[in-house]
């Protein structure tokens, strides 16, 4: 089994044990205007997107991209795709309007330029080389279409949020979960002059990168939300789950600092021809 294969299982077994885990995370950290990193990407797919596109979401979790922009443009044809069944059914449920496929968005065989606008919010660091997505999109998008993204930024996250992360992997003395994914993430995603390379050998043109921080003063118990939705922390046995909540909980008590997490939003245009 490749690292890809076990990144993969790894992500549908977490994800079907609490399904809507990462929209649960966030839910309490905004932006610098007060929006969740939700409502700031939809911001930004409402302003790249006619009101009736087609708009296929990757990896589109519980569906909650796709329950907003069912508000936000109710004309918009939306299709969302996730290898998780849980997140799918719950979506699909959430959105009755929307389209909804179960399985790998690197190989569904997605109709030839049939999306005017195809995003990904919190998914393409967790998809190892970005290639297989990007022949995707470049397949799937319409000359002139948007490809709209949100990555978290591994290298700005080493703030307040990584070290709560380390207390509570510290107290339960075990390492992360999800190290020995660190070197399956495409680290072009997060340098802008290969990024942009990348992109337009898939005819895809680099618009913006928007770099934002969902932040936080958390109580501990918001704080305890936050982590216990995160990979290396909700993947801790109970007994070890237990130690970290105390440690991380008694460390927001004792410095009562915002918790953060960086994002990197890239918009990016589809070349014609
Ligand atoms: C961190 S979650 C984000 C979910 C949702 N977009 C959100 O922001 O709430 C990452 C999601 O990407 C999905 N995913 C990652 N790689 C995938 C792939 N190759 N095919 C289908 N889904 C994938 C996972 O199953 C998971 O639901």
Redesign the pocket.
């Known amino acids: 089994m490749t690292k890809i294969d076990e990144l ?1 299982e790894f ?2 077994e977490f ?1 079907t044990r609490y399904p ?4 649960e995370a ?1 839910k309490n950290v905004r932006d610098a205007a007060g929006r969740t ?2 409502e700031a990407f939809v911001d930004t797919v409402v302003q790249n997107a006619s009101p009736d596109a087609r708009i296929l ?6 569906g ?2 796709l329950a907003m922009l069912a508000e936000r443009l109710p004309n918009a044809e939306l299709t969302g ?4 069944s849980p ?1 799918i059914e719950i979506a699909r449920r959430r959105v009755p309007s929307a389209t909804l496929l179960a ?4 190989t569904l065989p997605f109709p030839v330029a049939s999306y005017q606008c195809i995003i ?4 393409l660091m ?2 190892g080389p970005l290639e297989p ?1 990007l022949e995707q999109v470049e397949r799937a998008l319409t000359p002139g279409g948007a490809f709209l993204f ?1 990555a978290d930024d591994v290298a700005v996250c080493g703030t307040r949020y990584s070290e709560l992360i380390g207390v509570g992997l510290a107290a339960a003395g075990v390492e992360s979960a999800t190290r020995r994914f660190a070197d399956v993430v495409d680290k072009r995603l997060y340098d802008e002059a290969e990024l942009r390379e990348l992109l337009l050998s898939h005819r895809l043109s680099l618009e913006t990168v928007y770099r934002y921080e969902v932040n936080g003063a958390l109580s501990p118990d918001a704080a305890w939300e936050l982590f216990s939705r995160m990979y290396p922390i909700g993947t801790l046995a109970p007994e070890l789950n237990a130690k970290a909540r105390r440690a991380i909980e008694d460390d927001v008590r004792s410095s009562p600092r915002e918790v953060n997490v960086a994002m990197q939003l890239v918009t990016a245009k589809r070349l014609h021809g």
């Open positions: 993969r992500l549908v994800h809507g885990a990462t929209a966030l990193t939700y979401e990757l990896g589109c979790g519980d909650i991209v795709v996730d290898a998780v997140d399985g790998d968005f690197t990904a919010h919190l998914v967790l998809s997505v949100v």
